[in-house]
Each structure stands twice: as structure tokens, then as C-alpha cells.
């Protein structure tokens, strides 16, 4: 009878269990910033360098408002590289290079990167490139994916959370080169 009792209460359990991740993984996140990235392997770069360049401007930022990029290096045992530049912000309204260097550890697996958007404001990015240098070589580029910001496949290209009040697209106007710029627009509890 408990035996019965039990896997009849399993699939209520399953269903309920389904039920909440869907509506979870559906609900917007509630927060005051939101970031977009893109990650490289970097187990071939183990023990090297990395650079981080990109082209930042900002527009009508409220209090307390700025842009940030950001870089994270990963191994399997965690993170062994963060800087979100959070103490240089980006409050420039003239389009400006931003830069972050840092050592890719013997363990690395992953490095991830891109931009934040902190607060209430129009945030601008274009141009990003990724260099890497090993030991005895030069500084050699890698290939970013849309790192223009030219291609409409810029949501495949660069994740990002769906956080309530920040709207990500392209756009034409603020452009540093080419014909669009990453725009990140954010109206927070407006």
C-alpha cells in the first residue's frame, strides 16, 4: 500500500517539478543591470595572455549609472580571472577604447566576455577584439563572432538575460564605425 501510494505521488512530483522550471525559465530577472558576452576555449592559450578591447559610450545616464566591460577565466575548479572594471566605470558620452588584460591560467577552460549596462541609461558598444599572447609570440587576434555588431544575428552571437527595463538591439545611430552599434537601453521601474 505505501509502495503504491508512493509511485503514485512520483509523477504529480515530476509534473509539478516541470511545471515551475518552465514558468521560472520564462519569468524576466528583477535586477539593476543586465550584461551581454561571448566565450572562447582556451585550452590551446594555457599559461598565456589575454586582451580585451572595446569601444564604449554612454547617453542620459541617471545617478549612479555606468557602463562596465567585463572578463571572467574559468577552470574546471572555478573562476581563476574576474574584472568587471566596476572600480573604473564608464560614464563617457564620447566614444572611448576600454581595455582589459590579464593572465589565462595553466588550468583555463573558458574565457568570457562582453559588456554591462548598470542603472538607468543608453549604453553604446562597438568594435570588440580579443587578442591572446603565449609565451615567446606575438599578440595574435581571435575571431569574434559579429564583434562589430553589424549582423542581426547579434542575440545568437552575444547571450544576454532578459532583465526587466533593459532592451538590447542594434542600432544606427551612435555609431563608431560600420553601419550599427550594439545599443542596450535601459528604463528601470519607469
Given at each position: 500500500m505505501k509502495l503504491q501510494s508512493k509511485i503514485l505521488k512520483l509523477p504529480i512530483l515530476i509534473i509539478l517539478t516541470v511545471i515551475s522550471n518552465e514558468l521560472?525559465?520564462?519569468?524576466?530577472?528583477?535586477?539593476?543591470?543586465?550584461?551581454?558576452?561571448?566565450?572562447?576555449?582556451?585550452?590551446?592559450?594555457?599559461?598565456?595572455?589575454?586582451?580585451?578591447?572595446?569601444?564604449?559610450?554612454?547617453?542620459?545616464?541617471a545617478l549612479n549609472s555606468h557602463a562596465q566591460l567585463w572578463a571572467r577565466i574559468d577552470a574546471a575548479d572555478g573562476t581563476v580571472f574576474f574584472d568587471n572594471m566596476y572600480q573604473r566605470p564608464i560614464v563617457s558620452t564620447e566614444w572611448k577604447e576600454y581595455i582589459i588584460e590579464g593572465p589565462i591560467a595553466k588550468n583555463a577552460i573558458k574565457l568570457t566576455l562582453g559588456g554591462i549596462g548598470q542603472g538607468n541609461g543608453k549604453y553604446y558598444f562597438d568594435n570588440f577584439t580579443v587578442e591572446i599572447k603565449n609565451e615567446g609570440s606575438d599578440w595574435i587576434k581571435l575571431p569574434v563572432a559579429n564583434s562589430g555588431f553589424e549582423n542581426q544575428t547579434f542575440k545568437s552571437d552575444w547571450k544576454s538575460y532578459d532583465v526587466k527595463g533593459f532592451m538590447l538591439s542594434l542600432t544606427s545611430e551612435n555609431v563608431l564605425e560600420g553601419n550599427s552599434s550594439l545599443f542596450l537601453n535601459a528604463e528601470i521601474n519607469k
Open positions: 521560472i525559465g520564462q519569468q524576466e530577472i528583477n535586477q539593476n543591470w543586465n550584461a551581454f558576452a561571448q566565450s572562447f576555449d582556451m585550452t590551446s592559450y594555457q599559461g598565456g595572455q589575454f586582451r580585451f578591447k572595446g569601444f564604449v559610450k554612454v547617453k542620459d545616464l
